[in-house]
């Protein structure tokens, strides 16, 4: 039994659940007003994000701006498909998740057809990749969606509305989160293999584009319920607790699931020293990649998740300044730390938009980007390794195997093979 | 054969060739670091590569693992070409390398240096590893058991957990040869092992590679500067000087070749 107690998942799992039932109760209770619900909705949402950008940056080694890029590609994507749903339109939904699955299947296909070959051109492969995209998407606009738009439409509203409702908002995040995924796929086929540097400046560009599109979604795209730079209004408000509550979960544990395998001992590999760990078999661009699609995927689900709290979406949300917000988080809570990030994410979102706003004086938000850089520069002098360090809580930290007991058949063998010493 | 010495004997003549290298040329820029670099090994042989500081002996390996594509020349290991193959996927081919200024993942254990580099060799993907299959966790248990088998055998079992770059020199040397151990490969590049040992270090590292010789049945190729070992344990030596090979045979041979000796020690040394 204490053995039992003592298992870390046990002990996260009892404090997870426990959380979940007091906000709960507390906002059943209508102690926990609206405004500070959104709050820790908000915090939960910027931390999923903060998290992946953890995955690229703090971990994977890549320093990516990119991160808000695809956040608001999750937001966006995932709000036009409830948004289209209550008008009785369930195209957005149809082509995005039929989009999504046809892409990956095309994408699948040309990587698999690539692989036959040694020493391809990135050039090509981000082109056959990209063509397999469109093609996709194409597709699911062109037949998927005509052919059972309306019958599926029909299918999911003869559940009963709740359950639909339900349904519809699980494909939309799905939907946001794979799309962002996709998007990042493609970007970083032919970003990735440059270094460092230049990958953290194509991803600003990226995210510059996004925001411009953005400005523009009822002009150069052909979107009008985005409404451009007006920003979207009439999204319907569906994220509550458990969704926050669960998507969070769900993230924490992909990555922490991730990070403790040989996969995410590839990952740090990277970090640590590129040449040393392509030395040693290991395949750092699919390594950077992956990681650079898992953060991005993560991003889009909080995208999704913070549209449908807010209910309106603004292109300047997604803009150049705030988009620094996630890489401020992981610098303070510690590059490398899931802890520090999920900490400081929190923080940062009940500190800036719950406390200050709130308490002090008018006018005090436009101190706000004076005092950001001077508390960065100040943590910058005195804890450049950020709040948490690379510390992890139990759960969250890598498991130290046991060294191991009896003496190895090489040992038996030949003794003094173990005894030659430094 | 070219490339190879020709009194080495009709036994190891007739094994199977593992690493041929033709013709090699390397240019940085307008400087010529290699120059028509030719070397043959045998399956099972350990050959030494010598020459002075800047002769061009790590570029060679460098050209071998792909970290740069030769001007000109032919690599083939066990009769597949290597030129344009990244450096990864000629790692999973059977050659592991370790570095001659070492190259630790600095911040991770000891045992993750070791399993980072099974990971070709993890059998298990994505999703395994996210929902914890019972793939997952069999395949882990058995990588950590050969890991922690591997360094067993180079004294390591006891720092298992400790992080990489706090070992002492000796130490990390051996990680490097442990870690290269694990991709589990049939040809082994040694840069510099002995780097910055003293004499009873070398004559430790002599002995440790003779045994994962035997016990991993290795090619070993190794670039050294430390006469005491060379001299030692290699079958045969090329000796390299301004990218070109000065003189090539067994170590009692190369020790009294005059041209090698005036490599080494300038023309004065001679006369």
Known sequence: MRQFLRNTNVTFLAGAGLVFIIVQALINLGILNPYWQGVIFWGAAITMVSLGLNLIYGFNGQFSLGQYGFYAIGAYASADITYRWVRNDPSALVVVIFGSILALIFMLGVNAFLRRFYGVFTPTKFLLNFLAAVLGFFLAVRFVNPAIGQSLYQALNGLPSGISQQIVFFLALVGGATLAGIVSYLLGIPVLELGSDYFGIATLGFTIIVKVLLDNTDTILPFPEMKGARGMVGIPKWTTWPWVFFSFIAVVLVMRNLLHSSTGRAILSVREDERAAELMGIDTTSQKIMAFVVGSVFAGLAGGIRAHDLAFLHPTTFGFLPSFNPLIIIVFGGLGSMTGTIITGFFWIFLLEGVLRLYLPEGFETWRFVIYPIVLLLMMLLRPQGLMGRYEIAFLRRPLPPPKKEPSLAQKLIPEAGEVKA | ?271
């Open chain 2, 1 to 271: 054969m070219k490339g190879r010495p020709e009194n080495l004997g009709p036994e190891v003549e007739a094994r199977p060739v593992i690493l041929e290298i033709e013709g090699l040329t390397h240019y940085f820029d307008s400087l010529r670091a290699v120059h028509d670099f030719s070397v043959t090994i045998k399956e099972g042989e350990l050959v030494g590569l010598i020459g002075p500081n800047g002769a061009g002996k790590t570029t060679v390996f460098n050209l071998i693992t792909g970290v740069y594509r030769p001007t000109a020349g032919s690599i083939r290991y066990e009769g597949a070409p290597l030129i344009g193959l990244p450096s990864h996927e000629i790692i999973q081919m059977g050659i592991a390398r370790t570095f001659q200024n070492i190259r630790l993942f600095a911040n991770l254990t000891v045992l993750d240096n070791v399993l980072i580099a099974y990971h070709p060799h993890s059998g298990y993907g994505l999703t395994d590893a996210i929902f914890r299959s019972r793939r997952f966790r069999e395949r882990e248990r058995v990588m950590i058991e050969q890991s922690q088998e591997l360094l067993e055998i180079f004294g390591l079992a006891d720092r298992q957990n400790d992080v990489a770059g706090g070992l002492p020199y000796g130490l990390q040397r051996r990680l490097e040869i442990a870690r290269a151990l694990a991709t589990q490969p049939r040809l082994l590049l040694l840069d510099e092992p002995a780097a910055g040992m003293n004499p009873q270090e070398i004559d430790q590292l002599m002995e440790l590679i003779r045994f994962i010789r035997d016990r991993f049945q290795l090619t070993i190729f190794l670039v050294e500067h430390r006469m005491r070992l060379v001299m030692n344990i290699c079958e045969w030596i090329t000796v390299m000087d301004f990218g070109e090979i000065i003189a090539r045979g067994k170590p009692e041979e190369v020790r009294s070749n005059p041209q090698v000796i005036e490599a080494y020690l300038g023309r004065q040394a001679i006369r």
